[in-house]
C-alpha cells in the first residue's frame, strides 16, 4: 500500500499550480501545448502515456485556480476517441452541456459525437454556462458511455477538492489579519473552529477523490461506488467550504467584488452537475442494501 | 501510488484471516469484554499479534505500521473483540517504548502483551481535566522514592489495573507545565483506593483513585524529574490514535453491523441515504489514515492530514449508533429489545457520547487543529 504521489507527479502538480497562478485564463491551446490534453491515453493513440492520477493533480489545481475552460470534459471524451484530436470536446448529460459555445463538439450519453450547435443558458456561475444542443445527431462513436460517466464525476469531485482547498485558505488568511473587539477575529473559537471543520473535511474529500481516481485509472472493481461516493462528499465539502469562509469573512465576503462567490458558485456548479450529492448517495446505499 | 496490497501485505493478511476464522470462537465474539476479552487477548499474544509495531526483543513483532493496519481492518472485518490492555497498548507502552529506561522496558512491555499487568491512565483530576497542566496530585521526593498523594478521576479499567501511567507535580513551587513528574505507578501499593463510578450506560469502567502517602521508588520515573509534561505529550498523541487505524476499525465493524441491521429491519429513503453517508464517511477516514500512514512511512512523521480523524470518527459514531436505534424503532427504548444482540446498540449510543469528551474533546480537538494545522492566532 503507498498512497502518495511520486515525485514526478509533485512536480506537476507545483508547474501546473505556478502556471495557473500566471495564466488563470490561459486558452485550451496553451493548455495542448503544455501537454495536459490526453494525458491517461496511451501513446500509440496520440496521448501522453502517463495514468488519470496525472490527469487528477491537474483537474484539482484548474479548481483551485478556478479555471473556465472546457478542460475538464476535452480531457475526460479524449480517452474514448479512436485518436486524440485538436478539438475542444464537452458532454451533454441530463440534456446539458458545459460550454457548449465554447468547444468544437459534443460527447452524448448514446456515445454520438455532435456538433457544438444549441442555444446557451445564462447560468450562475458565470464562469461555466450550460448549454442545450439543438440536435443529437452525430456520428457514433465506438465504446461505452459508461467508463467516460466515471471519469467526469471524478474530475467533478477533484475539481470540488480544489475549489475546498482555496476557499479554506481565504479563510485562513482573512481571520489572521482581520481585528475586532482589539483581537484577531481568528481566536474567537465560533471563528477558527469552523474553519477546523472544513481542513478536517477537505483532507478526508481528498482521500475520497484520489481513491475514486486511483479505481478509475486502475479500472478497479470498486470504480462505480468509488466515483459516486467521492462526487457527493467532494461536491458537499467544497460548498460548506465556502459558505464557512464567506461567513468568516463578514460583509467582504458577500461582495460581488470578493473572489469568494465564484468559488461559492463553481461548487454549487459542481455539486449539480451529473446529479447532486443525494443522487450520489442512493447509487452507494443500493450497492450497500440492496 | 498504489493502494492495493504489495504481494508481502497480502501474504501477511492471508495468513492473519486465517489464523481469526481458526481462532475467534463466538463465544468470544459475544462475551463480555472484562473475561472474554482477557482470553482472546492471551491468544493474540502466543499467535504473535498483540504488539505488531513493538520491537522484538521486548516481546512485540518488529512489523511494519502497514502490517498494523491489516491487522485491525482484519479485526474489524470478523467482528473480533480488542485486546483487553487497551490503556496498556495504545499509551502506556508506546511511552515507555519512547522514554522508558531499558529496566522499565524490560519489566512492563511484554507484561502488557500478554495481559499479565493491565495499565490505567491517571491524568485527569477534579481540577484538571482539558488543561492537564493544572494537575495537583503532589510527588514529592524522599530518598529513593517519591511520596504521592492526591486525587484522580475519570480513571478507565484502574478497578481492574495493576499499574498506572500518572502525572504528578513534583515541584510544588512551580506553575502550569513546568515541575510536572511522570510516574508509574502499582496500582497495589498502600495507599492507592480506587472507587468505581457509575456511568451513563449504567457500568462502571471508570474511576476514581486516591493515593495517600504512597511511596514510588525512583526508579519507576518515566523520562526526567520535572519533564513530565513532554512525556505526557507522548501518551496524549498515542491516545488521539495520530494514525488513526483503531478508529477506522473501530468504525468498520459498527457501519458492518449497522448494514446487517438495516437489511433485516428495513430502511426508509432517508435512512439508506444517512447510511451511505456514513459509510462514505469511512472510506474517507480509511484512505486518510493510509494517506497518513505512507507520510509517515517515507518521513517518520505522520502527516497533519491525520489530525482530524479522531474528531471526525467520535462525531460519525455518535451518528451511526443513533441511526441504529432509529432502524429498531420503538423497540429500541425496551431494555435489549429489538436487538439480536441484547442491548447492543442502546450500550453503544449512550457509549458514544463519551467519545467526544474522553481523550480530549472535540473543542479542544478543533483549537488544536486551528492553531498547530491551520496556524490560527493562539486563542489563549
Ligand atoms: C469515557 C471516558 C473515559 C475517560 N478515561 C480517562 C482515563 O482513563 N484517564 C484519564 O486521565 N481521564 C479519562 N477521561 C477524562 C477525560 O480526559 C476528560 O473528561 C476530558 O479531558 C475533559 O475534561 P473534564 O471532564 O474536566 O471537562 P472540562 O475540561 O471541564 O470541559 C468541559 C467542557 O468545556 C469545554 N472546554 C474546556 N476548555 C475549553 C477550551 N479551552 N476551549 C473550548 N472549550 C473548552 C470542553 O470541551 C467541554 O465541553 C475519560 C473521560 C471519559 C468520558
Known amino acids: ?290 | 501510488m498504489n493502494l492495493r496490497d504489495t504481494p508481502e501485505e497480502a501474504a501477511f493478511r492471508a495468513e492473519l484471516r486465517a489464523w481469526i476464522e481458526e481462532s475467534l470462537t463466538d463465544e468470544v465474539r459475544r462475551g463480555r469484554f472484562e473475561e472474554a476479552g482477557r482470553d482472546w487477548s492471551r491468544k493474540l499474544y502466543e499467535g504473535g499479534y498483540a504488539g505488531l509495531t513493538w520491537p522484538k526483543e521486548y516481546g512485540g513483532a518488529g512489523a511494519p505500521y502497514s502490517h498494523q493496519a491489516i491487522f485491525l481492518e482484519e479485526m474489524a472485518r470478523a467482528e473480533a473483540p480488542s485486546h483487553l490492555g487497551v490503556i496498556g497498548l495504545g499509551m502506556a507502552g508506546p511511552t515507555i517504548i519512547a522514554h522508558g529506561t531499558e529496566e522499565q522496558k524490560r519489566a512492563r512491555l511484554e507484561a502488557i502483551l500478554s495481559t499479565e499487568e493491565i495499565w490505567c491512565q491517571g491524568f485527569s483530576e477534579p481540577g484538571a481535566g482539558s488543561d492537564l497542566s493544572a494537575v495537583r496530585t503532589s510527588a514529592i521526593e524522599h530518598g529513593d522514592h517519591f511520596v504521592v498523594n492526591g486525587q484522580k478521576v475519570w480513571s478507565s479499567f484502574a478497578h481492574i489495573a495493576d499499574w498506572c501511567i500518572l502525572v504528578t507535580r513534583s515541584d510544588p513551587e512551580s506553575q502550569r507545565h513546568a515541575g510536572l513528574t511522570y510516574l508509574i505507578v502499582n496500582m497495589h501499593s498502600p495507599g492507592v483506593e480506587v472507587r468505581p463510578l457509575r456511568q451513563i450506560t449504567g457500568e462502571a469502567e471508570f474511576n476514581e483513585i486516591f493515593f495517600t502517602d504512597v511511596e514510588v521508588p525512583v526508579e519507576n520515573v518515566l523520562g526526567d524529574v520535572g519533564d513530565g509534561w513532554a512525556v505526557a505529550m507522548t501518551t496524549l498523541l498515542h491516545e488521539r490514535g495520530t494514525l488513526g487505524f483503531a478508529l477506522t476499525a473501530a468504525l468498520e465493524s459498527q457501519i458492518r453491523k449497522l448494514i446487517a441491521l438495516a437489511k433485516e429491519r428495513g430502511a426508509t429513503e432517508v435512512q439508506r441515504d444517512a447510511i451511505a453517508r456514513e459509510w462514505i464517511g469511512l472510506q474517507a477516514v480509511r484512505y486518510t489514515t493510509y494517506r497518513s500512514l505512507t507520510t509517515l512511512i517515507k518521513t517518520g512523521i505522520p502527516g497533519p492530514e491525520g489530525s482530524g480523524a479522531k474528531l471526525w470518527w467520535s462525531e460519525a459514531n455518535q451518528r451511526v449508533t443513533k441511526l441504529a436505534l432509529e432502524l429498531l424503532g420503538p423497540e429500541a427504548q425496551i431494555l435489549g429489545g429489538g436487538d439480536r444482540n441484547g442491548g447492543y446498540w442502546q450500550h453503544q449510543q449512550l457509549r458514544s457520547r463519551g467519545n467526544t469528551i474522553e481523550a480530549g474533546t472535540s473543542e479542544i480537538l478543533r483549537n488544536i487543529i486551528a492553531e498547530r494545522v491551520l496556524g490560527l492566532p493562539r486563542s489563549r
Open chain 1, 1 to 290: 500500500m503507498d498512497f502518495a504521489f511520486t515525485q514526478e507527479q509533485e512536480e506537476l502538480r507545483r508547474e501546473a499550480r505556478a502556471f495557473l497562478e500566471e495564466n488563470p485564463e490561459a486558452q485550451l491551446a496553451e493548455l495542448r501545448e503544455l501537454g495536459w490534453l490526453g494525458v491517461s491515453v496511451p501513446e500509440e493513440r496520440g496521448g501522453g502515456g502517463l495514468s488519470f492520477l496525472d490527469e487528477a493533480i491537474l483537474f484539482e489545481e484548474a479548481g483551485r485556480a478556478l479555471y473556465s475552460g472546457p478542460f475538464l470534459t476535452t480531457a475526460v471524451v479524449l480517452p474514448a476517441l479512436p485518436e486524440v484530436d485538436e478539438q475542444a470536446w464537452s458532454v451533454e448529460v441530463d440534456g446539458f452541456v458545459p460550454d457548449l459555445l465554447h468547444v468544437d463538439r459534443v460527447l452524448t450519453e448514446g456515445m454520438q459525437s455532435v456538433p457544438a450547435e444549441g442555444e446557451t443558458l445564462a447560468t450562475m456561475d458565470e464562469t461555466r454556462p450550460l448549454g442545450r444542443l439543438t440536435s443529437s445527431d452525430g456520428e457514433a462513436v465506438d465504446g461505452e458511455w459508461e467508463p467516460v460517466r466515471l471519469r467526469l464525476l471524478a474530475a467533478l469531485a477533484l475539481e470540488a477538492v480544489g475549489i475546498a482547498q482555496r476557499a479554506l485558505e481565504l479563510g485562513i488568511e482573512y481571520v489572521s489579519e482581520r481585528e475586532q473587539f482589539g483581537k484577531k477575529i481568528g481566536t474567537y473559537q465560533a471563528v477558527s473552529h469552523p474553519l477546523a471543520d472544513t481542513y478536517v473535511e477537505t483532507e478526508l474529500a481528498r482521500s475520497l477523490a484520489y481513491w475514486a481516481a486511483f479505481c478509475v485509472a486502475e479500472d478497479d472493481e470498486q470504480a462505480p461506488v468509488a466515483v459516486p461516493a467521492a462526487k457527493a462528499f467532494c461536491a458537499e465539502t467544497a460548498v460548506a467550504a465556502c459558505e464557512r469562509s464567506i461567513q468568516v469573512h463578514g460583509g467582504i465576503g458577500f461582495t460581488w467584488e470578493h473572489p469568494l462567490h465564484r468559488y461559492y458558485k463553481r461548487a454549487q456548479w459542481l455539486d449539480a452537475f451529473g446529479g447532486h450529492a443525494a443522487v450520489q448517495r442512493a447509487v452507494v446505499a443500493a450497492a450497500l442494501l440492496d
